[in-house]
């Protein structure tokens, strides 16, 4: 069998505590308030861990909720709700933080581990991985309750049976799909959450209007907690539709912090930074790939000639609009061609001259979805100039992530900004994957994902990976053009130490002096 170098370090890993964790209240500063510009007008119990779609939702989630292991913004695992872990045989063997508790006060324990593990497959599976085809395969659990052989608890132990030691078991359980929920906080019958007071992550929320702006409160018993970082976090919701209005609330000082998944342009924040000392920027790898992708009806109803003439229009159309944006480059390829997903040389080649076979303008209206936050028309005009026959509408979220579009709505193709990754993560992969973006029909996903999880040696993962990335190009599903990093801007003297691998946005990684 062969391990990567990182998944080798990570199997049998224990992870320290620094002594208790958490905070007293006589440490905590009650000046340092965070006001931030949230992108979205959203109730604060509409987010939920097992329906995630878009960046967002994420970045609300993870910062009133913990996983079980964290991953750092170099990209190694370290402890979260579990202070350490370990392989016992063919077990993961969690131990869970005796200490850890809701800012109220109540223990968070090895029961609600499990509750919040078997929570997930009960009501979605998840978007971030497969976790039940390594721990319960073959079972479908209906409530709480149920049976599931591949998950235990004993005291304040969890363990995790996935037949044999998995590498991508522990850094899946990183992602906020798997966010510890305290059993209280949700209904017993549908398994909503109903509290956001009482939760396992260094916030929670104290405060909501439900016009999204949502006041955070520093849980002290957090691990997290510290003197240096905000003790009260004011979401700020934007309009999403209105381009510039975070930027302009910024500049007024009604906020301090744009995140990265801010409707701003990342090359508007470099500008603007550099005219204004007040503040500083983040800024992550070229990771947030710009594409065309088309959908099972698309791919029916439009020929691979037709599709690459579709491509060809709207990806000149982006280029019209980005053409003088300094931090973006035009990108061939959906994962960094540098990347361990890149094509090889061959694979290029090949691609080159499948592209070469020719277009052929179609005949009929492409109903095109663009997931487009801030000015619709600055996406839709030039699109429209280059491909007449495209019908552009506002998309929400990934179609093939929404339960109740019908068949009628869906598009042929929509316009996708998405996060992807110089390393192989499983995440980000299995995210693509269940999104559409890879080509994989819905019903050959789960196996496709299950055949690529169960594969040890990383080398022949890799391979598998880029022969998927390939087909998808060359059918074309998928046709990106665009690649662009992250920003975020915050007021000084607010300091940043987000990470430059990752978009995630983890606010007790804000510190000030």
């Not at 308030?33 to 949230?38: D, N």
């Not at 779609?53 to 292991?69: A, Q, T």
């Not at 324990?109 to 971030?128: C, E, I, P």
């Not at 052929?360 to 109903?367: A, D, F, L, T």
């Amino acid at each position: 069998m062969v391990v990567s170098k990182r998944l080798s370090i990570i199997i049998g890993i224990l992870f320290l505590l620094t002594a208790g964790g958490g905070l007293s209240m006589k440490q905590l500063n009650t000046n340092r308030t965070l006001r931030v510009a949230f992108p979205e007008q959203r109730k604060s119990l509409s987010y939920e861990p097992t329906d995630i779609r878009l960046g967002y939702e994420y970045i609300f989630l993870e910062n009133v909720f913990s996983p079980l292991v964290e991953i750092d913004a170099k990209g190694s695992i370290q402890p979260g709700v579990a202070e350490k872990a370990d392989w016992i045989n063919d077990e993961l063997r969690l131990k869970i933080r005796d200490n850890l508790k809701t800012a109220s006060g109540v223990l968070i324990t090895a029961q609600d581990v499990v509750f919040s593990l078997k929570r997930l497959l009960v009501l979605s599976g998840n978007t971030h991985g497969n976790f039940k085809d390594l721990i319960c395969p073959g079972h479908i659990l209906k409530t709480v309750e149920d049976e599931c052989p591949g998950i235990k608890s004993e005291g304040n132990y969890v363990y995790l049976n996935a037949k044999e030691r998995k590498p991508f078991l522990l850094p899946m359980l990183a992602a906020i799909d798997f966010a510890i929920i305290p059993r209280t906080s949700c209904d017993p019958q549908t398994l909503a959450i109903i509290n956001l007071k009482e939760t396992s992550g260094p916030y929670f929320v104290s405060d909501d209007d439900g016009n999204g702006n949502i006041e955070l409160k520093l849980n002290p018993n957090h691990y997290h907690a510290a003197s240096d970082i905000a003790d009260i976090i004011k979401l700020v919701g934007m309009n999403p539709k209105v381009q510039g209005d975070s930027l302009k609330a910024l500049v007024e000082n009604r906020v301090d912090l744009l995140t990265t998944i801010d409707t701003v342009k990342a090359d508007e924040l470099i500008k603007f930074v550099k005219h204004d000392s007040d503040f500083s920027i983040h800024t992550t790898m070229k990771i947030r790939t710009m594409a065309l992708v088309f959908t099972d009806r698309g791919e029916r109803e439009f020929s691979a000639a037709e599709r690459r003439y579709i491509g060809e229009r709207v990806k000149a159309a982006f280029f019209k609009i980005y053409h003088d944006s300094s931090g973006f480059e035009k990108r061939e390829e959906f994962f960094p061609s540098l990347g361990e997903g890149g094509l090889t040389n061959d694979q290029q080649s090949k691609l080159a001259k499948i592209r070469s076979n020719g277009e052929v303008e179609p005949k009929k209206s492409v109903r095109i979805g663009l997931m487009k936050r801030g000015s619709f028309d600055a996406w839709s005009k030039p699109i429209k100039e280059e491909l007449p026959l495209a019908d552009c509408y506002h998309e929400s979220g990934p179609p093939d992530l929404k339960k109740d579009l019908k068949p009628e709505d869906m598009p042929h193709a929509f316009v996708v900004s998405t996060d992807t990754a110089y390393k192989e993560d499983i995440g980000l992969i299995s995210f693509s994957l269940n999104a559409g973006f890879l080509g994989v029909k819905k019903p050959e996903r789960e196996k496709w994902l299950a055949n690529y999880m169960a594969t040890n040696d990383k080398d022949i993962r890799v391979q598998k990976l880029k022969a998927l990335h390939f087909e998808a190009l060359a059918a074309p599903i998928i046709v990106p053009f665009m690649a662009t990093p992250y920003a975020a801007v915050v007021r000084k003297p607010w300091r940043m130490e987000l990470s430059e691998l990752y978009a995630n946005n983890p606010l007790w990684l804000i510190k000030i002096n």
